[in-house]
């Protein structure tokens, strides 16, 4: 056989089993502590400061999306931050409440508890606790891999579809009126029913919130550079945007007593560190909560460990996506213990703690502090904060995740990745975020299946003057009409070896003039006991045939595994190394066709 050796020869030994992980690098805080000095004090402190301010509103705000008090979303951005602090490997990450797993949060919950009682937030705990101990598990067994399974396309989908659901759910907080309901046609005929009972205070408050935040996003930093503001300075006062309209809009309400005429204030929030808690341990609960918290680990990894990816790579820095599992997964048991709620990294806050110059994950635990700080002296002034301030706070910071260019994108580029987007946008806002996803993830995975089980499957000739070959469909090559030459373009597998059993016989069989097949196996990293069979029934039916089937091009872990069977003995043709050799082998000599174009 040319270029292998003989077919009996074992193959190299395997190897051994993978090593331990170090118990230190469970602990990436001891990483970075060693060599941490005053310069990078400084810079996490700055930072640090930065976020705090961003992070007070938005806390707030996306409990109330979560439909728990607005002390929950101040717990979960403590302890879960100085948690991640000592197992998270991203040193730019922002670990707290986000919009899209708030919004899982309050779908989850509502299901088994009234929004308001004590089993409510029971609840959340419960939630939170169930996520973090299933991503510990993940993360020690390394199952960062299986969110894989959720595709680039499938998640932008979700988010979109999550956002619009989002402020659609604010905008009744916005206008003053009760709304409700879980999916968009929900939400839309609540929304229209209770336009006759319209606050009109409210909706000024509301609506001019929400323009002054939109404007702060887009007018505020080049007004300040205009006005000759340095550019890290016009970045910060840009970010503390939020803080300005939470501000104003509580002063306005407790000066003019807005709260008497029917303007909905935060009121009273508890003063004071976050308190133990501790989940309820319910075997029912953890049942109806289960596969929820699934969802929600899932999802909010993908989303922490994309963000922590991206920012770390502008730093040529790396992270550990197994070892991000048990930082996230600390983070949310944190929050259980600590009244809180479940959490993720963020994209936002992340990009502001990267833009601030944070450089280790101190700047999360500073933060931390400065959010303790906030808690413990600064809730009693936030009793007038309009809920119609922190409902555009919401609305504002979600409507940046929307992103329904993601249809033509797909459409342009893949019918296929088309139809997972547009199901997940459709079914999240038409059934609920739980079935959004779980629909994209199952149609991803079907639609692969379907595509990987039609491999591509190109009939190749010598490029003249070279000793490459290329698709005759698309190349002028050259062709010897008594061999056959196969380039088969995936791993083959159960699901697609009949399909080339069929190919090669719809090929062959036509053609008495075929001599000899050779499939080129350029593109195959795995064949499995399915294919195995189907190669040897390809092999079998050319036999009777006259023909004979060679291999090409095969690489050495497929080799290795077609070493362990008798397939190659009983192979009726050789094994080349290159393609080149099976074509100076077998070339007949006879006169050559050009872009010969065979159809059916």
Not at 108 to 117: D, K, L, M
Not at 369 to 383: F, H
């Amino acid at each position: 056989m040319n270029g292998w050796p003989n077919p009996t020869t074992p193959p190299p030994p395997k190897n051994g089993p993978l090593p331990v992980k170090p118990f230190r690098a469970y602990f990436p805080i001891l990483s970075w502590a060693r060599s941490y000095d005053r310069r990078t004090l400084s810079d996490d402190l700055l930072a640090a400061v930065i976020v705090t301010i961003m992070l007070i509103p938005q806390s707030l705000a996306y409990a109330l999306l979560a439909g728990l008090p607005p002390e929950a979303g101040l717990y979960a951005s403590i302890a879960p931050i100085i948690l991640y602090a000592v197992f998270g490997t991203s040193r730019a990450l922002a670990v707290g409440p986000v919009a899209v797993v708030s919004l899982m949060t309050a779908a989850a919950i509502g299901t088994v508890a009234e929004q308001g009682s004590m089993g409510y937030a029971a609840a959340a705990l419960t939630l939170a606790g169930l996520s973090g101990a299933i991503l510990v598990v993940m993360g020690v067994l390394k199952l960062g891999f299986l969110a894989n399974f959720l595709s680039h396309p499938v998640i932008a989908g979700f988010i979109t579809a999550s956002g619009i659901l989002i402020a659609t759910s604010q905008l009744g907080h916005v206008l003053g009126i009760g709304a409700g309901g879980h999916t968009l046609p929900q939400m839309i005929a609540s929304l229209v029913r209770g336009l006759p009972q319209v606050n009109p205070v409210t909706a000024c408050i509301g609506v001019a919130a929400t323009a002054f935040l939109f404007w702060v996003r887009r007018g505020l930093r080049p007004l300040l550079r205009r006005m000759g503001l340095g550019a890290r300075a016009a970045d910060i006062a840009t970010k503390a945007g939020p803080v300005l309209a939470v501000v104003v809009s509580t002063l306005a309400v407790r000066w003019l007593g807005l709260d008497q005429m029917g303007v909905r204030i935060v009121g009273t929030v508890p003063q004071g560190l976050p308190p133990l808690t501790l989940p309820p341990p319910s075997a029912d609960l953890i049942g109806m909560l289960l596969v929820p918290a699934v969802l929600i680990s899932v999802i909010g990894f993908v989303e922490s460990v994309s963000v922590a990816q991206t920012l770390a790579a502008k730093r040529r820095q790396r992270i550990d996506p197994d070892q991000e599992l048990i930082g996230l997964g600390a983070a949310n048991l944190g929050a259980a213990f600590t009244g809180g709620m479940p959490v993720t990294g963020g994209f936002a806050r992340s990009v502001v703690n990267f833009d601030a110059g944070a450089a280790t994950a101190a700047a999360g635990a500073f933060t931390a502090v400065g959010l303790a700080v906030a808690a413990v002296a600064l809730t009693p002034l936030i009793y007038h904060l309009p809920i119609a301030t922190l409902a555009a706070t919401i609305i504002v910071a979600v409507l940046s995740l929307v992103d329904l260019a993601i249809l033509r994108r797909a459409w342009a580029y893949s019918r296929a990745d088309f139809i997972a987007v547009a199901a997940t946008i459709v079914v999240t806002l038409g059934v609920g975020v739980e079935a959004g996803v779980s629909a994209g993830v199952i149609l991803s995975i079907v639609l692969h299946l379907y595509k990987s089980s039609r491999p591509h499957v190109a009939e190749v000739g010598l490029v003249p003057g070279t000793q490459h070959f290329r698709n005759i469909l698309r190349h002028d090559v050259l062709t010897d009409p008594a061999l056959v030459t196969l380039r088969i373009d995936e791993s083959l597998y159960f699901a697609n070896a009949r399909f080339l059993e069929d190919y090669v016989a719809d090929r062959v069989t036509p053609d008495c003039e075929v001599k000899h097949v050779v499939l080129m196996c350029s593109a195959i990293s795995d064949i499995d006991l399915s294919a195995l069979e189907s190669l040897e029934a390809i092999a079998h039916r050319l036999a009777t045939m006259g023909v004979t089937l060679h291999l090409s091009e095969v690489k050495g872990p497929v080799m290795d595994r077609l070493k362990t069977c008798d397939f190659l003995q009983q192979l009726t043709g050789r094994v080349f190394l290159s393609q080149y050799d099976a074509w100076t082998a077998l070339h007949t000599g006879a006169e050559p066709a050009r872009r010969v174009i065979r159809t059916g």
